[in-house]
Structure formats: structure tokens, C-alpha cells
Antibody
Framework: QVQLQQWGAGLLKPSETLSLTCAVYGGSFSGYYWSWIRQPPGKGLEWIGNINHSGGTNYNPSLESRVTISVDTSKNQFSLKLRSVTAADTAVYYC??????????????????WGKGTTVTVSS | QTVVTQEPSLTVSPGGTVTLTCASSTGAVTSGYYPNWFQQKPGQAPRALIYSTSNKHSWTPARFSGSLLGGKAALTLSGVQPEDEAEYYCLLYYDGGQRVFGGGTKLTVL
């Protein structure tokens, strides 16, 4: 059974860099996309971006200038860095697994396994 | 910027049926947006329910179903249980590898 374990600094000052890591246990690392999602207090989910095992990435255009997602296949881990944080970046950050499959004419995409979340607070 | 819209809140009686919808600012939602649905309870991570419009995960209760309805993705709960009270989010896939979550629907069972 695949599990995602995430960690990182929970309290940052404005202008610092947020850094989180997510480790994948109990399943294959290749053949999937690995995503980061965040949720500000009392608000909805926001997709930040994802990466595959080869290092191919997709980013939310609203965050792309400040975000880097990287992968370490030797450790089955992927990481998020968000630069120049402000109070607006205060949120619970989740990592998640994305899969896909199918045949020509019918494809499917899913986001099925999630980490427990890491609370990140940005405050001076 | 693409916006995905859901009903902010809905109320349903126990044992009743309710349909939540998910609309895209780009136009009609089709199967090519691969709609996913998630349930989130307070203090918990989201839990996947439906993927690619109507496919259930192995853990998804039978009372949950997904479809396309009037140009929107839809999640229907039939025979609602008290434990279904939660926030529900849809996720749509767009060209260029983009994913966008809806704003969420708070479902109250009353």
C-alpha cells in the first residue's frame, strides 16, 4: 500500500524560501506524476505543480515564477521550493500521487494517494 | 485564468439524493477534462472518490457516482448518510498539463 510521508519547516519569515519533501513508500515511483497542492486556512485547494520520475514538470502559472519541484529517484522522494514567501503563502501543503492509463480513445487520470499535509505559516 | 465553479453549499436530508456540479470558465466540461472528485472532512487530507468522470476507486462507497450533466461534471450521492457531511472538490485537467480545483461545495446533512 503506497504511503506518502512529507516534512519541512513549518514557520517562515516573509521573503524566505519554503522547502518541503515528500517520500514515497510501498509502491513504484516511476510511471506516475507527483503533485503538490496547498490549502490556505478556511479556503479551497490549489494545485501548485507536479513532476514525473524523469524530472518533467508542470506548474500553476500563478506560482510558476517562484516554484521549483524536483525529484530524487534514488530516494523515491520529490521536493517543493517556493521562493520569496509572503503571508498569502500560509497554508497546509499536501503531496499527492497522480496516475494515468488507458488505451487510444479512452484515457483516464486520477489523483489517488495523498500525504497528511504540512502546515506552513509565514509570519514576521 | 481558468476558473472552476462549484456550488458553495448544499443541504440534503439523510437518505436523500443530492447532485453537486463542477463548471469550467472555458466552456462545457467533457470527458476530456477527466473530472475527479474528492471528499474532505475537517482536519483531514482530501480523499479521492471519482476519477475520469465516473470511475470509482476501490474504496469509494457505491452511493457515490459521477457523470456529465448539462455541460458540467456532476457528483451524485444517493441515500446520503450522516458521515457524508463534508467539503467536496472537483478537479479538472487542462491542456498543457494544467490542473485546476473547483472552489469546493460544503455539503450539510440535516
Amino acid at each position: 500500500q503506497v504511503q506518502l510521508q512529507q516534512w519541512g519547516a513549518g514557520l517562515l519569515k516573509p521573503s524566505e524560501t519554503l522547502s518541503l519533501t515528500c517520500a514515497v513508500y510501498g509502491g513504484s515511483f516511476s510511471g506516475y506524476y507527483w503533485s503538490w497542492i496547498r490549502q490556505p486556512p478556511g479556503k479551497g485547494l490549489e494545485w501548485i505543480g507536479n513532476i514525473n520520475h524523469s524530472g518533467g514538470t508542470n506548474y500553476n502559472p500563478s506560482l510558476e515564477s517562484r516554484v521549483t519541484i524536483s525529484v530524487d529517484t534514488s530516494k523515491n522522494q520529490f521536493s517543493l521550493k517556493l521562493r520569496s514567501v509572503t503571508a498569502a503563502d500560509t497554508a497546509v501543503y499536501y503531496c499527492a500521487r497522480e496516475g494515468w492509463g488507458g488505451t487510444p480513445g479512452y484515457y483516464y487520470y486520477y489523483m489517488d494517494v495523498w500525504g497528511k499535509g504540512t502546515t506552513v505559516t509565514v509570519s514576521s | 485564468q481558468t476558473v472552476v465553479t462549484q456550488e458553495p453549499s448544499l443541504t440534503v436530508s439523510p437518505g436523500g439524493t443530492v447532485t453537486l456540479t463542477c463548471a469550467s470558465s472555458t466552456g462545457a466540461v467533457t470527458s476530456g477534462y477527466y473530472p475527479n472528485w474528492f471528499q474532505q472532512k475537517p482536519g483531514q487530507a482530501p480523499r479521492a472518490l471519482i476519477y475520469s468522470t465516473s470511475n470509482k476507486h476501490s474504496w469509494t462507497p457505491a452511493r457515490f457516482s459521477g457523470s456529465l450533466l448539462g455541460g458540467k461534471a456532476a457528483l451524485t450521492l444517493s441515500g446520503v448518510q450522516p458521515e457524508d457531511e463534508a467539503e467536496y472538490y472537483c478537479l479538472l485537467y487542462y491542456d498543457g498539463g494544467q490542473r485546476v480545483f473547483g472552489g469546493g461545495t460544503k455539503l450539510t446533512v440535516l
